[in-house]
């Protein structure tokens, strides 16, 4: 699977982002979806993850309320809708990918993925 995630930029502290994440090479609807984000100094964490449906979703503490992931599998592209961000949600955020998993939430948390997207930017002034 190859995935490529945009929409990243500048915003100031309370603005919104959307990022997409467009996936080609297999069957979109067979894999679970996470996004994931990397600031400068800190090890990767998990942000948001998505079942292969789209009927489950799971959130890092940190972003539930504020962050929305959902997907279209007719479009092979997962999204993640960003509001009221915070100057500490600056960090690039990936996207990746994993084959249906009844486990899928454990996976993420650890970020155990098989497949990672190119990161964007996302930079929030305060």
């Known amino acids: 699977v190859q995935l490529q995630a945009s929409g990243g930029g500048l915003v100031q502290a309370g603005g919104s982002l959307r990022l997409s994440c467009a996936a080609s090479?297999?069957?979109?609807?067979?894999?679970?979806m996470g996004w994931f984000r990397q600031a400068p100094g800190r090890e990767r964490e998990f942000v948001a993850g998505?079942?292969?449906?789209?009927?489950?979703?799971y959130y890092v503490d940190s972003v539930e309320g504020r962050f929305t992931v959902s997907r279209d599998n007719a479009k092979d592209t997962v999204y993640l809708q960003m509001n009221s961000l915070k100057p500490e949600d600056t960090a690039v955020y990936y996207c990746?990918?994993?084959?249906?998993?009844?486990?899928?939430?454990?996976?993420?948390?650890?970020?155990?993925?098989?497949?990672w997207g190119k990161g964007t930017q996302v930079t929030v002034s305060s």
């Open positions: 990746a990918a994993s084959p249906i998993d009844p486990s899928w939430i454990v996976k993420m948390r650890e970020a155990v993925m098989d497949y």
């Open positions: 090479g297999h069957t979109f609807s067979f894999y679970d």
């Open positions: 998505i079942n292969w449906s789209g009927g489950r979703t």
